[in-house]
Each structure stands twice: as C-alpha cells, then as structure tokens.
C-alpha cells in the first residue's frame, strides 16, 4: 500500500448507491476470485443512471420454492458445460443466451441483495 494512503483520513461524504433499474450487459469476463482461484463471471453493464459501466457478478433467482441471491460462479458439470440450476445456467435462461458471451448486448433487469449491492434479477 502506497505510503500516502496510509496517511489517510475519514471523509465526510456518503457513498452514492444507485438504484435498480433495467442495464445492458456491454461485456462479459471470466475472473479468477480468491485463494482458490474459482471462476466467477463478471458482466460490465450500461446503468441509465451512471456515466460509466459498473460490474455486476450475482444474480438472484428460485432455487427450491424461495429466491436466493448467489455469485455468477463458473460451475462446469462432466461434460464440461455450466452446470445446470446453478445462478449463471439460470441467468443465462433467463436472458435466453446459449453460451456466456451469448450474453452481451442482452438487458435485464437487477434488483438490490441482502448487501445492498445490484444483482441481476433472474426471474
């Protein structure tokens, strides 16, 4: 960490939040998260209320008769395809894509987690 973060003090200003609204997803990564390096898909999404693209990398969806709120985990089954049921097979559904980047230039709708972060809303 740079030597002038460390001399940083506390601001006065509030973080904005923006709310859910429909986004277009403009691209699609692959990130490696964590220790373990799991693959988790990051979506660069065109909000109508931010100048810049913000990432979205969860989805909240049914799963066993209740919504749950999940990260777009790469989760592949023994033919090495997104494993069926998982958040990213269900958004993908959702937004009628075949492959993951089959998803860009798609728009979905987003809600806000338990967090108060935006997730898709795949439902």
Do not use: Q
């Not at 709310?19 to 997803?25: T, Y």
């Not at 990432?55 to 709120?69: A, F, H, Q, R, T």
Request: hydrophobic content about 30%.
């Amino acid at each position: 960490m740079e030597t002038n973060e460390m001399n940083l003090g506390i601001g006065d200003k509030e973080s904005t939040t923006i709310s859910p609204a429909m986004v277009e997803i403009l691209d699609v990564r692959i990130d490696e998260v964590g220790e373990k390096k799991n693959h988790k898909v990051v979506c660069s999404c065109k909000h109508p209320s931010k100048d810049e693209p913000i990432n979205i990398s969860g989805s909240k969806y049914p799963n066993k008769d209740k919504l749950v709120v999940s990260g777009l985990w790469l989760n592949k089954d023994e033919d090495g395809k997104v494993r069926k049921g998982s958040a990213l097979a269900v958004l993908m559904n959702h937004l009628r894509s075949s492959t993951i980047a089959d998803m860009r230039g798609r728009n979905c709708d987003t809600i806000t987690d338990e967090n108060g972060y935006l997730v898709f809303k795949s439902y």
